[in-house]
């Protein structure tokens, strides 16, 4: 069974900082892309970034390049979002999930309870 804990979301001012983390299980964590994924009020869920296997490789969505970071400890079956230069459109519920497809950054049909960030203006 999937598991997926999100957590490090809350309140900050615009230009601030978080740092979400998430803990999988149920899949191979070590052998599987991870990705971040995120819902703002009233939108459809989106693509944030992802990162394979190694730690290798990563990939961003145009709106945080250059402002996020995305990292994973395969030994603690954790992967992390480093959000830097917060804007009030980063205002969200953040999720993380495995992802299946490396090119479309499909994830799979399950979802933890996520985290909300909320940035100030």
């Known amino acids: 069974q999937v598991q997926l804990v999100e957590s490090g979301g809350g309140l900050v001012q615009a230009g601030g900082s978080l740092r979400l983390s998430c803990a999988a299980s149920?899949?191979?964590?070590?052998?599987?892309?991870m990705g971040w994924f995120r819902k703002a009020p009233g939108k459809e869920r989106e693509f944030v970034a992802v990162?394979?296997?190694?730690?290798?490789?990563?990939d961003y969505a145009d709106s945080v390049k250059g402002r996020f970071t995305i990292s994973r400890v395969n030994a603690k079956n954790t992967v992390y979002l480093q959000m830097n230069g917060l804007k009030p459109e980063d205002t969200a519920v953040y999720y993380c999930?495995?992802?299946?497809?490396?090119?479309?950054?499909?994830?799979?049909?399950?979802w933890g309870q996520g985290t909300q960030v909320t940035v100030s203006s």
């Open positions: 149920g899949r191979t964590f070590s052998s599987s892309a």
């Open positions: 990162i394979n296997w190694s730690g290798g490789f990563t």
């Open positions: 999930n495995f992802v299946s497809n490396w090119g479309t950054k499909q994830p799979y049909d399950y």
